[in-house]
């Protein structure tokens, strides 16, 4: 039998937006609860966090994210389900927590296009010394990656259907001006061969991580449909981050996350109120 717990706001996502809302519900001493996996959040991935006032890693943000929340408030477990009713209930494999308010902030993971490939995640894993390395996508992470690859690779293809004005013109700059990078735009994944390559990864963005959600709460893409503020049609859960549309950017998802708790504090007042 799966033990029950009771809180007053769930997080799901230990990303920037779910960390940045764990932060000012302990700020508020809002009897609070994180899950989710902060290695599995896109920022982890990232060599470099350049679009805030701060200078450093991926890992080193999360961390530097993680030092404000206390242990005890961080269940590094996956959700299955959620099921509405007088208390919201959120299944894991072994637990059932009840709460008056959820935060889904669940952030987007890597899309797949080509079975053999391999995502950005990986990229860590990589030792691509004297390996030919194609890259589809020429999006940042895919310009990023090809740089990042280049200093030991033998060669790098990046791919993309896009043409150059639809880039980041500095990261194309840099990609062009290394020799080791060979660069395909208004070039067709379908029409290029593929078999001469040791490695493929794939930069083809990102897609909402939303399958544990009910599709009525879901549009066509899979991200989250909001109706009022930042909550979902149903009562007591909001959605923040890359999980919903318009948050293409860190600053972006932090300030959502805000916005977000502003929400939640209200909600959780007005029903001690009543």
């Known amino acids: 039998m799966r033990k029950i717990e009771v809180y007053d706001l769930i997080i799901i996502g230990a990303g920037p937006a779910g960390l940045t809302a764990a932060r000012l519900a302990a700020c508020r001493k809002i009897n609070y609860l994180i899950l989710g996996h902060p290695q599995k959040s896109q920022i ?7 679009q805030i006032s701060w200078s450093g890693s991926g890992p080193a943000y999360l961390n530097k994210l993680l030092k404000k929340i206390k242990s005890k408030n961080l269940k590094r477990v996956s959700v299955q389900k959620i099921i509405s009713g ?5 299944f894991s494999k072994k637990k059932i927590f009840l709460t008056k308010t959820a935060l889904i902030a669940s ?5 797949h296009l080509h079975q053999n490939s391999r995502d950005y995640t990986n990229i860590f894993l990589t030792k691509p ?4 390395v194609l890259i589809i996508g020429a999006g940042r992470n895919g310009l990023t990656n090809s740089l990042y690859l280049a200093k030991t690779a033998n060669k790098i293809v990046t791919i993309d259907k896009r043409g150059p004005k639809d880039l980041d013109q500095k990261l194309l700059s840099q990609v062009l001006q290394n020799k080791k990078i060979e660069v395909l735009l208004n070039t067709e994944l379908e029409k290029y061969p593929l078999t001469n390559f040791d490695i493929i990864y794939e930069a083809m963005g990102t897609k909402p991580s939303s399958e544990f959600l009910s599709p009525q709460i879901l549009d066509r893409e899979g991200y989250l449909k909001l109706t009022q503020g930042h909550m979902t049609k149903i009562k007591g859960l909001y959605a923040c981050g890359d999980c919903r549309k318009g948050c293409g950017s860190l600053p972006l998802v932090i300030n959502d996350a805000e916005k977000a708790m502003a929400e939640i504090c209200i909600y959780l007042h007005d029903i001690v109120s009543s």
């Open 86 to 90: 007088r208390y919201i209930k959120i």
């Open 129 to 132: 010394g004297g390996k030919t």
């Open 44 to 50: 982890y991935f990232a060599r470099k966090v350049d």
């Open 107 to 111: 952030g987007a993971k890597p899309r």
